[in-house]
């Protein structure tokens, strides 16, 4: 039988013990797609709306959408990752 690659297989904590490398390597989203969610034609998010992401992670997306001037509710079960987020959020 082959070894699983992940061998957590809780997907709440499958990237505890790599906060660090996924904030490091996890790229972030290209301006198109972020400006999709700006653009009235598409969903037409404005500036002042309140956005909840959803398994927020590091916060990459709320970063994102924070930059746009959104208030931003992050949602993370995984406590190391929710570290990253926090940070984040306070710091934009």
Same mark, same amino acid.
């Given at each position: ?5 992940? /061998?957590?297989?809780?997907?709440? #904590? ?7 490398? %996924?904030?490091?390597?996890?790229? &972030? %989203? /290209?301006?198109?797609?972020? $400006? ?5 034609? @598409? ?12 398994? &927020? ?9 924070? &930059? ?8 993370? /079960? $995984?406590? #190391? ?7 984040? @959020?306070?710091? $934009?």
């Amino acid at each position: 039988m082959e070894e699983a690659i992940c /061998p957590v297989s809780d997907s709440k #904590e499958r990237f505890s013990a790599r906060v660090d490398t %996924y904030k490091a390597y996890r790229p &972030s %989203y /290209p301006d198109p797609l972020v $400006n999709l969610f700006y653009d009235p034609d @598409q969903i037409g998010l404005k500036d002042h709306h309140k956005v909840a992401d959803v398994g &927020s992670g590091t916060g990459i997306s709320s970063a994102l959408l924070l &930059s746009r001037g959104s208030f931003v509710y992050g949602v993370e /079960p $995984n406590a #190391e990752m929710r570290k990253g987020l926090h940070y984040i @959020q306070r710091h $934009n």
